[in-house]
């Protein structure tokens, strides 16, 4: 929140130096609007894009020194997609990190567990997924984020670290339900748009031209496309050099890079 405070002192300090300070009349009401305007309309943006980190650190982008990247699924289980992903990610020798709605990873256990036993890692992407999300209060969001975790935690048997918000909206009151859970928010660096009615071949072209050492590729399991992306992108990546690693690998440390 520390950006959002920043701004807001800053946003204040102008809208009180137009007020006292001898602006001509004819000027004061139009640039008082328009700094609300300005205001206002990095709010939307700092809400809607997670790598601004606006309102919450995010961990966005791994280190450019070394040759990692790590693929992240949203929005699943999604039944034998699931496990079609899981078995096309062995082939390759890719641990990736999965993002998962709680209602239906607690009707998908078996699936859970396969992602643990072959390396990957479950992170939490709330309970419901509905779009009110970034509107229910705090205590809603922990509820949310807890049951979530319980469901996770018993596949993983260990602590969930990492939460991506639904629609990779952030705002004071999804920070306030994190507040003192002890996770960390993770967003991306390569936003694939796989789950638009772009073709496969363009989805696959946008990741890779866009892929360095460090990314964070945005996918999802009920993207219509997914196992032919990844049966393009992972042998990319693979004959690039690139190891394939979860976010728990790439941030090693919480430092909300
Ligand atoms: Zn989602």
């Known amino acids: 929140m520390r950006l959002f405070y ?33 205001y206002l309309a990095l709010l939307v943006y700092g809400a809607s894009r997670i790598d601004s980190k606006f309102f919450i650190r995010t961990h966005c982008r791994g280190s450019a020194e070394d040759r990692k990247i790590a693929i992240t699924f949203d929005d699943g ?7 079609e992903i899981i078995h096309i990610l062995r082939k390759y020798e890719c641990k990736a990190s999965f993002f998962l709605i709680g209602s239906l990873a607690e009707k998908n256990p078996e699936i859970l567990k396969k992602m643990v036993k072959d390396g990957h890692l479950l992170g939490n992407h709330s309970y419901s997924h ?44 999804i920070a306030g339900g994190l507040k003192g859970s002890g996770m960390e928010v ?19 072209k946008r990741i890779l031209s866009k892929m360095e050492p460090g990314s964070v590729i945005l996918l999802h399991e009920n993207s219509e496309h997914i196992l032919e992306i990844l049966l393009k ?3 990319a990546i693979h004959e690039a050099g690139y190891q394939c690693v979860t976010l728990d690998q790439m941030f090693q440390s919480n430092a909300g890079s």
């Open 6 to 38: 920043t701004i807001t002192a800053i946003i204040a300090g102008l809208i009180l130096l137009i007020i006292l300070l001898p602006v001509p009349g004819s000027l004061g009401l139009p640039l008082l609007l328009l700094v609300i305007a300005l």
């Open 77 to 83: 289980p999604h039944g034998e997609r699931s496990e």
């Open 130 to 173: 509905s779009n009110f999300f970034p509107l229910y209060n705090r205590a809603r969001i922990r509820r949310e984020l807890k049951k979530t975790n319980d469901i996770l935690e018993a596949a993983s048997s260990e602590p969930i670290r990492f939460f991506r918000p639904p629609f990779g909206v952030s705002n004071p009151r």
């Open 186 to 204: 993770a967003g991306w660096s390569i936003r694939s748009f796989d789950t638009g009615n772009q073709a496969a071949e363009k989805v696959v």
């Open 233 to 235: 992108i992972l042998p």
